[in-house]
C-alpha cells in the first residue's frame, strides 16, 4: 500500500514533539483550541517562541493573551521531498505575522500551493497531528469578509 495524501497508514517514525516547563502553557492551549501569545508581566511585550525570560527586559515573569487567529502570510515553503510520515504531501508551509504582532509557523491547508500569495489573509484553525497532538494550522478567512 502507497501512503498518499488521504491515506489512513499510521504516522510512524514521526519525533515527539518537545514539551517543557516553558512550552506547557501553549500545547495544552492549543489541545483546547486557543493560540495563546507569551506576554512579559513588566514591559508586556509578546513572545514566541515561549521562553523563560522576557528578551527585551530579562523579567522571568509572564502570563499569556490569547490571539485573535487572523494573521497575513510573511513567507512559505511548499515541500514535496523528502517525505516524512508524519505529513501530507505537498506540504505547504506558512510563517505568518500574527495581528498580535508575533509570527508562526504551521502547516497551511485548504490553499493550494499555487493560490498562496506573501501577504495574503489567512486565520488560525487547529488540526490533529503526529501523536495525536492538537497543533495550529493556517487556512483562508471563513466566515466573514476580509
Ligand atoms: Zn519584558
Redesign the pocket.
Known amino acids: 500500500m502507497t501512503a498518499g495524501p488521504q491515506s489512513t497508514a499510521p504516522r510512524t517514525g514521526v519525533p515527539p514533539l518537545i514539551i517543557t516547563e516553558d512550552n506547557h502553557f501553549w500545547f495544552e492551549a492549543a489541545k483546547a483550541g486557543r493560540l495563546e501569545i507569551q506576554r512579559?508581566a513588566?514591559?508586556?511585550?509578546l513572545r514566541h517562541p515561549p521562553g523563560p525570560a522576557?528578551p527585551?527586559?530579562?523579567?522571568l515573569d509572564w502570563d499569556t493573551i490569547q490571539a485573535s487567529g487572523r494573521c497575513t502570510l510573511h513567507s512559505y515553503t511548499t515541500i514535496y521531498h523528502p517525505k516524512d510520515s508524519a505529513f501530507d504531501y505537498p506540504l505547504a508551509v506558512g510563517l505568518v505575522d500574527l495581528e498580535e504582532g508575533t509570527r508562526l509557523v504551521a502547516d497551511i491547508i485548504d490553499v493550494p500551493p499555487t493560490e498562496l500569495a506573501i501577504g495574503m489573509p489567512l486565520e488560525i484553525t487547529f488540526g490533529e497531528h503526529a501523536h495525536g497532538a492538537i497543533l495550529p494550522q493556517l487556512r483562508r478567512p471563513q466566515g466573514d469578509s476580509r
Open positions: 512579559c513588566a514591559c508586556a511585550a522576557c527585551q527586559c530579562r523579567c
